[in-house]
C-alpha cells in the first residue's frame, strides 16, 4: 500500500490491527508530521 492510500485509510480508521504493522506506524507519523510540522501540534 503507497502511502496516498495508506494516510486516508489511516485518517478514516479503515485499517485492520493486521494491516497495521510497525512499519506503516512509522510510515504514518512521518508522511503526518511532514504534512503538518511542528507548529500544528
Do not use: C, K
Not at 11 to 25: D, G
Request: charged fraction near 30%.
Amino acid at each position: 500500500m503507497e502511502d496516498v492510500e495508506l494516510i486516508p485509510a489511516f485518517e478514516t480508521n479503515a485499517l485492520a490491527a493486521t494491516e497495521f504493522p510497525y512499519e506503516r506506524h512509522v510510515r504514518v507519523a512521518w508522511a503526518l508530521a511532514q504534512r503538518y510540522g511542528r507548529e500544528e501540534r
